[in-house]
């Protein structure tokens, strides 16, 4: 019924069961986007901070949304001092995308948020597309 509005679906990555794959393919139809946040999982109170860990579902997901609809996300500052860190976040989600090409991370990392988001360059140190 709204055909334009944009939904994102943040934490998707944390499941602790793998998403349903039918499930993600009905969403991928339509204006879906998947934030990367809550990567991390913890091992008897230990972060894992293998990204092959991960890469099964990051790669549902990934496989699923394609390159243009899975942005960044940290899940900071809620996870600080919970759990995780930022920066294991960040290293995780790195690890994974160590080998897709450069301009794949960079639609990661910041431009998908511009589509999802529609933010606009506030600051002329904000980088521009």
Same mark, same amino acid.
């Given at each position: 019924? +709204? $055909?334009?509005?944009?939904?994102? &679906?943040d934490?998707? $990555?944390?499941m602790?069961?793998?998403? /349903? ?7 991928a139809?339509? /204006?879906?986007?998947i934030?990367?946040? +809550? !990567? ?6 230990v ?5 092959? %860990?991960?890469?099964? =579902?990051?790669? %549902? &997901?990934?496989? =699923?949304f394609?390159?243009? @609809?899975?942005v960044?996300?940290?899940?900071? $500052?809620n996870s600080?001092?919970?759990? +995780? =860190?930022?920066?294991?976040? %960040? =290293? !995780?989600?790195?690890?994974? %995308?160590? /080998?897709k $090409?450069?301009? +794949? ?5 910041? @431009? /998908?948020? &511009? ?8 600051d002329?140190?904000?980088?521009? !597309?």
């Amino acid at each position: 019924k +709204v $055909p334009e509005l944009r939904l994102m &679906i943040d934490h998707l $990555p944390g499941m602790q069961e793998p998403p /349903n794959p039918a499930v993600l393919k009905e969403l991928a139809k339509r /204006n879906v986007y998947i934030k990367g946040s +809550v !990567i991390a999982r913890r091992v008897n109170k230990v972060v894992q901070m293998e990204a092959a %860990l991960y890469k099964p =579902t990051l790669d %549902l &997901i990934w496989d =699923t949304f394609g390159e243009d @609809r899975v942005v960044y996300g940290s899940d900071w $500052p809620n996870s600080t001092g919970n759990w +995780v =860190t930022y920066e294991q976040t %960040l =290293t !995780i989600a790195r690890q994974y %995308l160590a /080998n897709k $090409p450069r301009q +794949v991370a960079e639609k990661y990392f910041w @431009r /998908n948020s &511009i589509a999802a988001y529609k933010w606009k360059k506030r600051d002329p140190k904000q980088p521009s !597309i």
